[in-house]
Each structure stands twice: as structure tokens, then as C-alpha cells.
């Protein structure tokens, strides 16, 4: 497995995020903006990333919880059986992404918040080379589950994942740990941390050490952003 092509420009976003020193004690940190290109990928260089606001109707929120979910590149817990299920599944990168985020945002899964809006959007960091998928199919090439995020130099953002078949989800994300590791990065995001997250070796750290680790993760912002 391998990454697809280094990532095309974006340009400079029209919106201004305020510093971080700025933000409330709170996870939403601020609302508005659109999800163009070089919006997002801003804000997942300043440690934010989009999501609706609960029970308000078309606001676009950007959180930065704290504390952070993220799981430690050396850190993720794989059992015995995990393993005995990777051996029956094919993993592949980048060849199905819109199947993934359309298997994400599945409108039967609890607490669904993926929409139109966002699936174009990211299909465009997509096509431009900032997101990633990584896909799990059984033995008769039927899509069993995946994840997908972005990547900024060492740095990957986890934004969904999903199963159709059991341990599917796990596979993948056992997959992107390797390739994350065969690659070198050292920052795996998973925003919040979750029962689920915790099981598999998520921790919780504070929103300062996340940033801290962040912007080591990214390294300088350079124009190439390769």
C-alpha cells in the first residue's frame, strides 16, 4: 500500500481563524466559513476541523475538542483475533474514496453527520491529493468497510470510519498504522476518543500538547506543502 500523488495547492483561505491563545474554553470554537480547499486544509493545520453544530440548522462548526483524542502511532492494541481477521480481507488505498465516505455517512448509522456539502468537499481534497481512504473488501471484492481522513506531511486526520462485515473498521484502521509507520509520520488524530477508540489504544491528551504535536507533525508551512 502506498500513498497516492503529492498534494496540489490550495492557496490561501479568505477566512481568518483566530490563534489558538484566542479560542474558548470550550470544543466549538467557531462558526461560519465554507469547506473550500485551502479553508480546510488551514484549519487542519491549526488543529480545527469542520462539523454541523447540534441542533442548528445550517451552521458550520469548527471544533478543536479538548481534551484530544488521538492514538499513538506505536500505541494501537491488536488482539489475536484482529489479526486472524486481517488475514481475511484485502486492503486497498485511494481506489474507492467516494464508497467510503458514502459507507461513513450511511443515513442508518447513530449520530450520522456526514451531508452532501461535505462528501463534495472532500471528494475534492481527494482529487487534489489531501484525502485518503483506506478500503476493506471480503473474498468476493464487496466493499466491508474503510475509513478515510487527511493527511498533512506526518500528520493524518481521521474523520470517519465504517463496517459492514465484522472487524472491517479495524482492519483499516490497523492498516493506515502501518502505512503510517512504513511513512514515517507520528500523529494519528481521532478528535474525541470514544469507548470504541479507547479499546483499540486511543488516549486523550490536552488540547496544548495536541497543538504542540501538531505542529511538529506538519512542519513548517511552506508553500509546496509536500
Given at each position: 500500500?502506498?500513498?497516492?500523488?503529492p498534494?496540489?495547492?490550495v492557496g490561501q483561505?479568505?477566512w481568518?481563524f483566530a490563534?489558538s491563545?484566542e479560542w474558548?474554553?470550550?470544543?466549538?470554537?467557531?462558526?461560519?466559513?465554507?469547506l473550500?480547499p485551502?479553508?480546510?486544509?488551514?484549519a487542519?493545520?491549526?488543529?480545527?476541523?469542520?462539523?454541523?453544530v447540534?441542533?442548528v440548522?445550517?451552521?458550520?462548526?469548527?471544533?478543536?475538542?479538548?481534551?484530544?483524542g488521538?492514538?499513538?502511532?506505536?500505541g494501537?492494541?491488536?488482539?489475536k483475533?484482529?489479526?486472524?481477521s486481517?488475514?481475511?480481507?484485502?486492503?486497498?488505498v485511494?481506489?474507492?474514496?467516494?464508497?467510503?465516505?458514502r459507507?461513513?455517512?450511511?443515513?442508518?448509522?447513530e449520530?450520522?453527520w456526514?451531508?452532501d456539502?461535505?462528501?463534495?468537499?472532500?471528494?475534492?481534497?481527494?482529487?487534489?491529493?489531501?484525502?485518503?481512504?483506506v478500503e476493506?473488501?471480503?473474498?468476493?471484492g464487496?466493499l466491508?468497510?474503510?475509513?478515510?481522513?487527511i493527511?498533512?506531511?506526518?500528520?493524518?486526520?481521521g474523520?470517519s470510519?465504517?463496517h459492514?462485515?465484522?472487524?472491517?473498521?479495524k482492519?483499516a484502521?490497523?492498516?493506515?498504522?502501518?502505512?503510517?509507520?512504513?511513512?514515517?509520520?507520528a500523529?494519528?488524530?481521532t478528535?474525541?476518543?470514544?469507548?470504541?477508540?479507547?479499546?483499540l489504544?486511543a488516549?486523550e491528551?490536552?488540547?496544548a500538547?495536541?497543538?504542540?504535536?501538531?505542529?511538529?507533525?506538519?512542519?513548517p508551512?511552506?508553500?509546496?506543502?509536500?
Amino acid at each position: 500500500m502506498t500513498w497516492n500523488t503529492p498534494p496540489q495547492l490550495v492557496g490561501q483561505s479568505r477566512w481568518h481563524f483566530a490563534p489558538s491563545a484566542e479560542w474558548p474554553d470550550q470544543d466549538l470554537v467557531a462558526g461560519g466559513a465554507d469547506l473550500e480547499p485551502s479553508t480546510l486544509i488551514e484549519a487542519y493545520r491549526r488543529g480545527l476541523f469542520p462539523m454541523p453544530v447540534p441542533d442548528v440548522d445550517d451552521v458550520l462548526g469548527w471544533w478543536s475538542p479538548d481534551p484530544r483524542g488521538i492514538i499513538p502511532i506505536d500505541g494501537l492494541r491488536v488482539t489475536k483475533s484482529l489479526r486472524q481477521s486481517a488475514k481475511r480481507y484485502e486492503v486497498r488505498v485511494d481506489t474507492c474514496f467516494d464508497a467510503v465516505v458514502r459507507g461513513c455517512g450511511d443515513p442508518s448509522r447513530e449520530h450520522g453527520w456526514i451531508t452532501d456539502d461535505f462528501r463534495e468537499a472532500y471528494a475534492v481534497l481527494h482529487a487534489l491529493g489531501w484525502a485518503h481512504s483506506v478500503e476493506v473488501f471480503d473474498s468476493g471484492g464487496a466493499l466491508a468497510g474503510g475509513l478515510y481522513g487527511i493527511r498533512i506531511g506526518r500528520f493524518f486526520a481521521g474523520e470517519s470510519m465504517f463496517h459492514r462485515q465484522r472487524d472491517a473498521s479495524k482492519v483499516a484502521l490497523l492498516s493506515l498504522v502501518t502505512l503510517m509507520t512504513e511513512s514515517g509520520m507520528a500523529l494519528l488524530d481521532t478528535q474525541w476518543s470514544t469507548e470504541h477508540l479507547a479499546s483499540l489504544g486511543a488516549i486523550e491528551i490536552p488540547r496544548a500538547e495536541y497543538l504542540r504535536r501538531l505542529a511538529d507533525a506538519i512542519g513548517p508551512h511552506v508553500s509546496s506543502d509536500r
